[in-house]
């Protein structure tokens, strides 16, 4: 029994450590403004939308994807929210209204690249996010370059550690998988 308890505290020390190494180790904010192909902004945070739009507005790239995006949800609407013309909307903008999580961000990211012929990405997301969509990101398009983007959030303590867990599971299934198929 006393060995259940001693393996149980060094799964917590190394759970703790990691989470500390996560939070410790978040992309700072974009300092380079390098030009891209491609914007994607992940809807759900804070500032992703319209940072993505105005890096789009600031010709860093040609095209952007706003995945996630509520099915009632339009351009008309998301122009007046972010204060934007609807012209710009109207010829650059795309909208995902399939995807439901981080993961179906990535696969309807991929299929838009494809269809856009987008080599290099801007990636917009919170950046307590972008480690697991990174993950995610890498692994649908390994052949498109990926530039972070992160909009710093709000700390959230349960949020974050929530977060770590969610990048740490995803993590482990991705290697797992590239194992698998090795």
């Not at 700072?28 to 939308?49: C, K, Q, W």
């Not at 739009?53 to 609407?77: S, Y």
């Not at 995610?136 to 303590?157: D, T």
Request: charged share 20%.
């Amino acid at each position: 029994m006393r060995w259940v308890v001693h393996l149980c505290v060094v799964a917590l020390v190394l759970w703790f450590a990691g989470f500390l190494w996560f939070w410790l180790t978040l992309p700072a904010p974009a300092s380079g403004m390098a030009r891209t192909d491609g914007i994607v902004a992940l809807t759900g945070g804070e500032g992703r939308l319209q940072t993505a739009v105005d890096l789009l507005d600031a010709g860093r790239a040609r095209r952007l994807l706003i995945t996630g995006v509520h099915p009632e949800t339009g351009k008309r609407q998301l122009a007046v929210e972010l204060g934007v013309g609807r012209d710009l909307l109207d010829c650059c903008v795309d909208l995902d209204h399939e995807a439901g999580n981080t993961v179906g961000n990535a696969r309807s990211t991929a299929a838009w690249v494809t269809r856009h012929k987008v080599r290099s990405l801007r990636l917009v997301t919170s950046d307590y996010h972008m480690p697991r969509a990174l993950l995610e990101y890498r692994a649908a398009m390994p052949e498109v370059e990926m530039v972070p983007h992160p909009v710093v959030g709000a700390l959230r303590p349960l949020g974050m550690m929530l977060e770590y867990a969610k990048y740490s599971v995803r993590l482990i299934t991705i290697r797992l998988d590239g194992a698998a198929a090795a």
